[in-house]
């Protein structure tokens, strides 16, 4: 309330976002306060136990061959934004035990801009074997890598701006103080309408939300961040790939007439809520991302997509049904944590959850290289 104040009390939704999930003080992640896993505010892949990393690892080491061939120098794994460092800690375990040739060449790399989440990642990963260090975007500009970068649930958490149509017209949304004194509340208030080049960007991807279909306080998102996030990233990057792994929506799904509230969500507590001026600072706030809209940034800031799969097909193309019938093996692990293993496997594929993620590979300046998360699962 204080930080609105100062504003003259009302600012657009997006500064709001980046406030209540990032201020180093009163942030949900700046401030650490957040938790991340089963028994925390919201469950991710990484936080289920190693079934995920397991998953991934085939295409990852894919990519690392490749880049050694091509390159002769030292090859990263670039993490952004690691969450509690499930991921990394296991990733480091998981690359020195299939690739010990790659040692002497091999590093982790985190990035992550939350003081309070990165102390917890240095803790998981001070017992790690691999090479690994945090590192600034501007750290990495200024010496970038040859490598993979990994980003998952990393651009569903940057500061969207908000739309509604209104009287025939679309207006962005703000973040305004109500009432007085003590009484005080956030509420949403209507601000400057889109302009002719804001409205063009919104048809180009198929959809115009000016048309009769679309009804009275129809709201969406617009994530204008993700296009510098991904022109920050790609100059990190010499040579190498983008992994992105979040939610998204095709534009005829996310701009749809009947999705009228947006994709916009808070998660506290393992429960999931749709109104941001909940628990300012305590909840996580997620938007989907739109594939077209990515892929059309992707391409401004010099990547060339390579193609996306939902991440149940992406896991069974790397291999996970052959992880998932060993589990029955007679030298295998005992029941309670073979039933462990298998459920956290089924959530990561599971058509209504996590298996319903997109990934996302983008290319820059890469060796040539069939990925093997494309191809057709085995029956």
């Known amino acids: 309330m204080q930080r609105l104040r100062e504003h003259g009390g009302r600012v657009d939704f997006a500064t709001y976002m980046a406030w209540v999930l990032h201020d180093a003080d009163h942030g949900a992640y700046g401030s650490g306060h957040l938790q991340i896993g089963p028994a925390g505010d919201f469950t991710t892949s990484t936080s289920l136990g190693p079934c ?73 990963l001070a017992a790690a074997r691999l090479p690994w260090r ?25 500061p969207v701006r908000r739309l509604c149509r209104r009287d025939a017209v679309l207006r962005w949304l703000d973040v305004a103080l109500c009432g007085c004194g003590n009484d005080l509340s956030l509420a949403w208030a209507e601000g400057k309408p889109l302009t002719t080049a804001e409205l063009d960007a919104l048809r180009s991807l198929g959809s115009d939300p000016l048309s009769p279909a679309y009804g009275e306080g129809w709201t969406t998102e617009w994530n204008a961040a993700a296009g510098d996030w991904l022109t920050n990233a790609a100059g990190c990057l010499v040579s190498g790939w983008l992994w992105l792994i ?12 009947r999705r009228a509230s947006g994709t916009l969500m808070t998660y506290y507590r393992q429960q999931a809520g ?16 739109c594939l077209e809209l990515i892929i059309r940034q992707a391409r401004a800031a010099g990547y060339e997509p390579l193609g996306q799969v939902r991440q149940g097909e992406g896991l069974l193309a790397l291999g996970l049904a052959g992880r998932l019938a060993a ?27 996590l298996g319903d993620f997109r990934w996302i590979l983008l290319g820059l300046r890469a060796p040539a290289m069939e990925p093997a998360m494309f191809a057709a699962p085995q029956p």
């Open 52 to 124: 995920f990393i397991d998953g991934l690892l085939p295409q990852i080491l894919q990519a690392l061959d490749c880049l050694a061939v091509a390159h002769s120098g030292p090859l990263s794994v670039v993490e952004w934004g690691p969450g509690e460092g499930h991921g990394a800690a296991q990733l480091a375990a998981a690359l020195l035990e299939a690739r010990p040739s790659l040692r002497e060449r091999l590093e982790l790399v985190l990035v992550e801009p939350n003081p309070g989440l990165a102390r917890r990642q240095a803790e998981r």
């Open 327 to 353: 589990l029955s093996a007679p030298d295998g692990p005992d029941l309670a944590e073979r039933l462990r293993r298998r459920e956290a496997m089924l959530r990561l594929v599971d058509p209504a959850g």
């Open 134 to 158: 945090h590192a600034s975007t501007e750290t990495l500009q200024r010496a970038p890598v040859v490598g993979l970068h990994l980003a998952n649930e990393v651009l569903d958490a940057l």
């Open 274 to 289: 749709s109104d941001p001026f909940a628990r300012p600072g305590q909840s996580d706030l997620t938007a989907h991302l």
């Open 246 to 257: 979040d939610y998204a929506l095709e534009a005829r799904r996310y701009f749809s007439p």
